[in-house]
Every structure is written in structure tokens, then in C-alpha cells.
């Protein structure tokens, strides 16, 4: 185990390497001069000049790239060009937005996916799997813009239930007031949730399906219990890593996925915030966010392979 | 009393996989089921068990013991799987739970149908385990870690812990090489002799089906074609569908007898 974490932790130093290396080059190797595209294309070539000396883009790649690099050993990601603020804050505000967005969804997803897709694999009546197939594939096909509409006209206008209108979206002063911004999170949260909760839902499904035709549920029927229960302890426990894999990779996902929910709902999240970065040229906080994005993509990839092994007994001694 | 199978017809969706068969075993009998691949024996297993997919639909008669279980619910099914019955699986490389140790998986059926302690349950499992030759020492063992030959022992005891009256083996030695294959049946059935119990043994191997039954059924396409004495079947066959087993049965062991240098590679020698 200790050379297999050591081995897959060196795995994800050199990942994240290439992942720098790639995007500091792809910014740079793409057509067009870096300092002309964010000084705008109309720009007079004094303020394209002394932009290029301020971001030191004309200094050697290596050197830029070194530069780069040991700011971000520092926890120096550059500043932005618009506000002048450091990336670090501006991204830290944003995760504090996307990040209990994307828990809350997921939770919503996950407490109406796995139940669901264990229902659609225990049905017995015909009639009762093809609901639950429908449920899948409408939950599923819904788009996100759509269902947030939807509950929008539902719940902000219709009735009033919930504050919260695209106009108000979340508040300004952040988390300043706790109980109006977890408020604020509700409806998109839930529109994130049932459209990921469908593709929990299948993929739940799928993974018990896959441990049932193993045979390990017969044989935990054969023993004594009822095929629930062998469902839901045995199937479920033995589907686990399965899942664990798809909820790690969705969680990853849909930290740019929730993008046009942050927008529906005026949320100024990391997706959306990215997108006003690109809008705005401001390449150089695109780049450090885009490392950040990608490394935290890897701690999940390392994440969800560290727990397979903590739970599959058959990996682990094995290559020892 | 044992098992009567009567007019057994299965169908999975629109699909007809058994066409009404009858076949008996009596208490303390070994009856044999042996059919070409695909004629619906592991369906008639599953039918008994109560484990056809949620999508077979099921008539006829399967009477245990005097007890109807055609159209039983599945929690009084599950009352009586690993209890009145115990079942042998095919692949136990698959069947074992791999998270579950040889001791919690034998133990299985014991926890789920008896108020035992923890100790008592582990002296039964530690008896049984040496009943069926499993070394005390792979008590904590994962089914991962085992050979094939020892999987099976796990599955036979895991069967037979809480002494089943009627036993099913769903061609328990398939998945096994020739010289563990022998040895698996011969243990499968003293065992089950011993216990006084009767056993369904599931095969499409008739050279198999000689060491383990004197009487048996021949099934093909979801039909009964024959039945008689193992012996009397193997020297005169009456069906082509039977004679077709029969002299598959033949190549084999003369094939295996031809290389029976090669044979040395047991689980012993693992
Ligand atoms: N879950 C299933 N769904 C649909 N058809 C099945 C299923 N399981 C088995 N069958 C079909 O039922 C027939 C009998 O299968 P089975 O009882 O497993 O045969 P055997 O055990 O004799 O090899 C085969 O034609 C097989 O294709
Ligand atoms: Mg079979």
C-alpha cells in the first residue's frame, strides 16, 4: 500500500507538470500575440508594448514560465487586470460559491439517484421498470437552462416562496449573511441535483446490474436473504467503487458544468467567473485558474483511486 | 417428501425456456440434471430457489417437502434459501462475496437463519472447514486468495453449514481443472450422504454425472428427453440427444486419460 501510494503520488506530481506546462504553453503558442489579444485588438502599440513589459511577456518562455512557477510555489497566482486584486482572493470568493453549490447539488443528486436506481433494478412489475427507465431518461434529457427556468417561474415569480429572481441572484456581500446566501444556493442546487440525480440514477442502476450478473447476489439470496437485501447490502457495498468513481468524476465535472445554472441564477461562481475572465482577455488569471481547475481535477482523480483501493480487497496486495 | 418438480414451464419475457418439466428427488436421494449447455438446468435451479430474474415469469409445480413454493413471496423464499435448501454455484470465483472472509462467508447462512453467538458460530464454521479440507488457517482468508479447488470447498461449506435437506449443485466442478474436478464431487457427495441429505447434482457432463448419481434426467431445449438409471444411460442411450452426451462424455475422458501425465497440476500443487 505505501508503495502503491508513493508510486501514485509521484503519478500525480508528473500530471500535474504536464497539466502547467500545457497550459502555460497553450496560451502562449496559440495564434496571436498574447500582449495584443489582452491590451485589445485596437490598442496603440505603446500600451501593447508596455503591457507586454508589465506581464514580463517579453522575457525567455523558460523564464516566464519559471517566474510562473515559483509564484505559485508562493501561493502567488498573479493579479487580475480588471480590479487589480490578486487571483488567489478572486477564485477563493468564487469557490466560496461553486463549492457549496456543487456539495448541495450533488447530495440532492446522490439522496435521489442511488435510492431510485436501486428501485429501478429491484422492480419485479414490468410496468414499474419502464416508469423508472422514463424517470432516468427524462431526468436526464431535461437541460439545465430549461429545469431552472422552470423552477424559477415555479418558486421565484409564481409564488414567492423563494428570494430569489436571476436580478437579485446571490448576495452581495457573500456569505455576510449565512441564511440569504444558503437561500440563494436552494434553487439552483436543486436544479443541479435532479439533473444529476438522473445520471446518478443510471449509473447506479448499471453498476448493480453489472455486480448482480456476477453472481455474488445469487449466491447472498441462495444464503438466506431476500433479493433487497441482497440489493442493498450486497450489490450496493459491492458497486461502491463504481460509484465512488462516477460521484468523483461528476463532482469534477461539474465544477465548469454548473456554469449556465451559475448564470440562470446570477451565482458568481467559477464557471461563470471564467467565462467573464475569457470575456474580459484577462489571460493571465485564465491561466492560473485554469491550473487550479485542472490540479484540483487530479486531487480527484487520486482521491477516487486511493478509495477504490481502500475499499476492494483484491487490489492491494496484489502487485506487491 | 424431497422435491417434486411438476409441469415446471419458465418463461423470461415472451421467451419460453422451459416447457413443463417434471423431475422428483426423494429424501436422502442424488439425482442427476444433465443437458447440453443452454437447456434451461441452472433455470429449473433457479425456479427451486426462487432466483429467476425479475423478469421470468413462472408456472407449474415446485412442491418441497409437501410445500408449494410456486408464486411463494420472496421474503418466505429467502426464509427457506439456506436453510431447507443449500445451494452449489458453478463459478465460486464469483459467487463468494470478495469482501467477506472464508469464516463470515460460511457463517452467512448461519447468521441469517440462527440466534447464534459469535462463538458458536465460529466453532461450526472451524468444524465445517475442516470437514470439507480447508486449512484452519484460510479461517480469514478473502476468496481472492484462494485456489479454485478451495473457492469451491468455501461454496460446499457455505451450502451445507446449516444441514440443508436437499442440496443443489449447479455444475459445481465446471470451472475446475479434471483432478480437483474429482476430487469436489467425490467430497460433495460423502458429504452429503453423511448428512443424509438429497442432492440435485446439475451437470452437462456425463463422465461427471457417473460419480455422483445413480439416477438421472436428461433435459434439451427446456424439455425432460429421458430419464433412468446413470449407468444404464451411459451404456445405451435411447434419445440422440442423450447419446450426444454420452459420447461427448466418452472423448473426454479418453482425452483426459491420453494426457493424464499433464494432470499432475492440481490445487494441491498451487
Ligand atoms: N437472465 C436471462 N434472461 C434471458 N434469457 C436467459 C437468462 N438466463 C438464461 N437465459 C436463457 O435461458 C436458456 C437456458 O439457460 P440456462 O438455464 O442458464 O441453461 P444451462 O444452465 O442449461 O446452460 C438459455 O437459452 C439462455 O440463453
Ligand atoms: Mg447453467
Known amino acids: 500500500m505505501i508503495k502503491y501510494l508513493a508510486r501514485r503520488c509521484a503519478l500525480f506530481a508528473l500530471a500535474l507538470f504536464v497539466v502547467s506546462v500545457v497550459v502555460f504553453l497553450a496560451l502562449r503558442v496559440l495564434p496571436g500575440d498574447l500582449a495584443t489579444i489582452m491590451a485589445g485588438l485596437n490598442s496603440p502599440p505603446e500600451r501593447v508594448a508596455a503591457l507586454r513589459a508589465e506581464l514580463g511577456l517579453d522575457r525567455p518562455l523558460a523564464a516566464q514560465y519559471g517566474d510562473w512557477i515559483a509564484g505559485l510555489m508562493r501561493g502567488d497566482f498573479g493579479t487580475t ?14 469557490v466560496q460559491i461553486t463549492f457549496p453549490l456543487i456539495m448541495l ?5 446522490l439522496a435521489l439517484g442511488v435510492p431510485l436506481g436501486c428501485a429501478s433494478v429491484m ?3 414490468a410496468r414499474a421498470r419502464g416508469l423508472y427507465q422514463a424517470v432516468a431518461i427524462v431526468g436526464g434529457a431535461v437541460p439545465a437552462l430549461w429545469a431552472g427556468l422552470v423552477l424559477i417561474l415555479l418558486f421565484g415569480r409564481g409564488s414567492g416562496l423563494l428570494p430569489i429572481l436571476p436580478a437579485s ?9 449565512p441564511a440569504q446566501a444558503a437561500l440563494a444556493l436552494v434553487l439552483p442546487a436543486v436544479t443541479v441535483g ?6 446518478i440514477m443510471r449509473y447506479t442502476r448499471s453498476a448493480l446490474q453489472s455486480v448482480a450478473s456476477t453472481g455474488a447476489i445469487e449466491m447472498a439470496m441462495a444464503c438466506g436473504m431476500t433479493r433487497r437485501r441482497a440489493l442493498t447490502h450486497v450489490g450496493l457495498r459491492l458497486a461502491m467503487p463504481q460509484l465512488v468513481s462516477v460521484v468523483g468524476l461528476t463532482f469534477a465535472e461539474m465544477i465548469t458544468g454548473v456554469m449556465v445554472i451559475e448564470n440562470l441564477f446570477a451565482l458568481p461562481g467559477i464557471g461563470s467567473g471564467l467565462v467573464d475572465d475569457l470575456t474580459h482577455r484577462d489571460l493571465i488569471a485564465v491561466q492560473s485558474e485554469l491550473f487550479m481547475l485542472a490540479a484540483f481535477f487530479l486531487v480527484i482523480g487520486l482521491l477516487v483511486d486511493l478509495t477504490h483501493r481502500a475499499l476492494d480487497p483484491r487490489l492491494g496486495e496484489d502487485d506487491e | 417428501m424431497g422435491i417434486v418438480v411438476d409441469d415446471l414451464q419458465v418463461a423470461i419475457g415472451s421467451r419460453p425456456i422451459l416447457h413443463g418439466v417434471h423431475l422428483e428427488v426423494r429424501d436422502g436421494q442424488r439425482v442427476g440434471l444433465v443437458g447440453p449447455s443452454g437447456s434451461g438446468k441452472s433455470m429449473i435451479s433457479r425456479a427451486i430457489m426462487g432466483l429467476l430474474p425479475p423478469t421470468a415469469g413462472c408456472t407449474g409445480s415446485i412442491e418441497l417437502n409437501g410445500r408449494q413454493l410456486v408464486g411463494l413471496p420472496d421474503a418466505e423464499m429467502a426464509a427457506l434459501r439456506g436453510a431447507a435448501v443449500g445451494m452449489v454455484f458453478q463459478n465460486p470465483g464469483t459467487a463468494l462475496n470478495p469482501l467477506l472472509t472464508v469464516g463470515r462467508q460460511i457463517a452467512l447462512p448461519l447468521e441469517l437463519h440462527y440466534e447464534l453467538t459469535a462463538d458458536e458460530r465460529e466453532g461450526r464454521v472451524r468444524a465445517m472447514m475442516r470437514k470439507v479440507g480447508l486449512p484452519d488457517e484460510l479461517y480469514g482468508r478473502r476468496p481472492h486468495e484462494l485456489s479454485g479447488g478451495q473457492q469451491q ?3 460446499i461449506a457455505t451450502a451445507l453449514i446449516t444441514s440443508p435437506r436437499l442440496i443443489i449443485a449447479d455444475e459445481p466442478t465446471t470451472a475446475l481443472d479434471s483432478m480437483t474436478q474429482r ?8 458429504l452429503v450422504d453423511e448428512a443424509g441429505a438429497a442432492l440435485l447434482f446439475i451437470t452437462h457432463d456425463f463422465s461427471v454425472l457417473a460419480r455422483a448419481t445413480r439416477y438421472c434426467y436428461v433435459l434439451d431445449a427446456g424439455r425432460i428427453v429421458e430419464r433412468g438409471r446413470t449407468e444404464a444411460l451411459l451404456e445405451a442411450p435411447h434419445t440422440p440427444q442423450a447419446r450426444t452426451l454420452v459420447e461427448a462424455a466418452r472423448r473426454l475422458t479418453l482425452h483426459v486419460d491420453g494426457t493424464g501425465a499433464q494432470e499432475t497440476e492440481t490445487e494441491e500443487g498451487r
Open chain 2, 153 to 155: 470447498r468455501v461454496g
Open chain 1, 81 to 94: 487586470m480588471l480590479t487589480g486584486q490578486p487571483v488567489a482572493s478572486v477564485v477563493g470568493a468564487r
Open chain 1, 123 to 125: 422492480a419485479r412489475s
Open chain 1, 105 to 109: 447539488g450533488l447530495l440532492i443528486a
Open chain 2, 183 to 190: 476430487q469436489i464431487v467425490d467430497l460433495l457427495v460423502s
Open chain 1, 194 to 199: 435532479v439533473i444529476v440525480g438522473a445520471s
Open chain 1, 169 to 177: 441572484g446571490f448576495p452581495q456581500d457573500g456569505w455576510g449573511d
